[in-house]
């Protein structure tokens, strides 16, 4: 354990810390593990073929043979790994969620990653060719709060334009057209009575504003709802629901760990404001957190390790209230290519060994670190006590569309919070 711990800080350039740096320890053990096997499959292959010198020098790693045999092996078995249908995964519809179950009400809270329109994504993926799609997915997935990730404004005015849906948010960056994480609701079962936009940066109250190490324009938009159960108009059995949806930086390791403190400070404060009270108001945190579950940043929010003299929030993890739900169902990013679990199988096995190496290289934590585990979506929850807590269910929402491709490069997770009944009607 010592000589790797010694490797690592060589690597990382600071002491090794397994909370902090969960990242940088898996992804070298991922790296060394697909490595060995490829060099052993090479061996064995050599051996098989019974070449003299050819083989000793195999086994040894001392020929460009040996050693192409030995990456080109570690693609192979890797890909044969990640291609054998270990688990068939369930193909899920949003419309298939919560059938059954209808007599208990529940709240129906999405985050969902539009993938922008400006970027070209090809003749089927491109904006073009998917909007449809994308408003398809976003009625299948009956929700009545939806926190979006990379949204332009021709993306959320095309969703919103005629129908019950409303959205609010603030462009990333000043006279921008991206509004990052902007909001969406329906309009016949939510009011909004709060809400604004932040930035996470140093100044968060200030447009435009940015970490220097985080390579975009990074926001937080927060809501706060009334949700209709019944007579909400009234002000009657409303449930109130206090929504963060965020988009952490891409690129900058750092720049993540910060800008979840940040979060945490202006979720603490709103919180305060509108919470009333610990838990009495539900809350949920939605996003596309750029990163690996486990990590410092989600460490920080489900662990309540605080940021400094920060007051931190302590959320729980959706995934994990029901983890037996979801057998080998991590998957959010696809990159528009589905599958058992999420990714293609021959697509990631290259690029992952080359960014598994850089990652490492430049101190950077991974994004993932299984090559099909690319779970970087994620919905957090606070509530009242750990039954109400436990009375949520998160569904990933996988199934294509009728012509067998996907509205996004990300699935859209869908959250269940069921809700007790509401108070019976007192008679005279």
């Known amino acids: 354990m010592?000589?790797?711990?010694?490797?690592?800080?060589l690597v990382a350039g600071h002491d090794i810390n397994f909370v902090r740096d969960a990242g940088y320890i898996i992804e070298a053990v991922v790296v060394a593990v697909w490595v060995a096997l490829g060099v052993a499959a090479g061996t064995s292959l050599c051996v098989a073929g019974g070449r003299g010198r050819a083989c000793k020098a195999a086994r040894c790693g001392a020929s460009r043979r040996g050693a192409v045999t030995a990456v080109a092996s570690a693609w192979v078995?890797?890909?044969a790994y990640c291609a054998y249908p270990w688990h068939v995964r369930e193909v899920r519809r949003g419309a298939d969620v919560g059938v059954g179950n209808e007599a208990q009400p529940a709240l129906r809270i999405a985050t969902f990653n539009l993938r922008a329109s400006d970027i070209d994504d090809g003749p089927v993926n491109g904006w073009p060719a998917r909007k449809g799609r994308t408003a398809d997915a976003l009625a299948d997935l009956g929700a009545v709060i939806v926190g979006t990730q990379e949204g332009t404004q021709e993306q959320l005015e095309y969703l919103t334009a005629g129908t019950h849906w409303r959205w609010f948010g603030a462009a990333a960056e000043v006279g921008g057209h991206v509004y990052d994480t902007a909001v969406l609701y329906n309009s016949t079962a939510a009011i909004l009575r709060a809400g604004d936009t932040v930035w996470l940066s140093d100044t968060?109250?200030?447009?435009g504003t940015k970490l220097a190490d985080s390579a975009l324009?990074?926001?937080l938009t927060w809501g706060l709802f009334d949700v209709a159960t019944a007579d909400c108009a009234e002000g009657r059995h409303c449930t109130p629901v206090l929504v963060f949806n965020t988009h952490l930086d891409h690129v900058g390791e750092e720049a993540r760990r910060a800008q979840v403190c940040v979060l945490q400070a202006v979720a603490a404060r709103v919180v305060a404001e509108h919470g009333g009270g610990d838990g009495a108001v539900r809350q949920v945190l939605l996003g596309d957190f750029n990163t690996l579950r486990h990590t410092v940043p989600?460490?920080?929010?489900?662990?309540?390790?605080?940021?400094?003299?920060?007051?931190?929030?302590?959320w729980r993890d959706a995934l994990e209230v029901h983890p037996g739900r979801l057998?080998?169902?991590?998957?959010?990013?696809?990159?528009?290519?589905?599958?058992?679990?999420?990714?293609?199988?021959?697509?990631?096995?290259?690029?992952?060994?080359?960014?598994?190496?850089?990652?490492?290289?430049?101190?950077?934590?991974?994004?993932?670190?299984?090559?099909?585990?690319?779970?970087?979506?994620?919905?957090?929850?606070?509530?009242a006590s750990d039954a109400d807590v436990a009375a949520t269910e998160l569904h990933i929402i996988n199934a294509p569309a009728a012509d067998g491709a996907y509205p996004s490069d990300h699935y859209p997770l869908l959250l269940l919070w069921r809700l007790p009944p509401p108070p019976a009607a007192i008679t005279a």
């Open 298 to 314: 989600w460490h920080t929010l489900t662990a309540a390790h605080g940021c400094g003299d920060a007051p931190a929030l302590q």
């Open 77 to 79: 078995l890797a890909a």
């Open 217 to 219: 324009y990074r926001t």
């Open 2 to 9: 010592r000589p790797l711990l010694a490797v690592l800080r």
């Open 327 to 383: 057998p080998n169902d991590a998957a959010t990013f696809h990159g528009y290519n589905g599958g058992r679990y999420g990714s293609a199988a021959g697509f990631m096995i290259p690029f992952r060994t080359a960014a598994s190496l850089g990652w490492l290289a430049t101190s950077q934590a991974p994004l993932t670190w299984h090559p099909t585990d690319s779970h970087i979506d994620w919905v957090l929850v606070r509530g």
């Open 204 to 207: 968060p109250a200030v447009p």
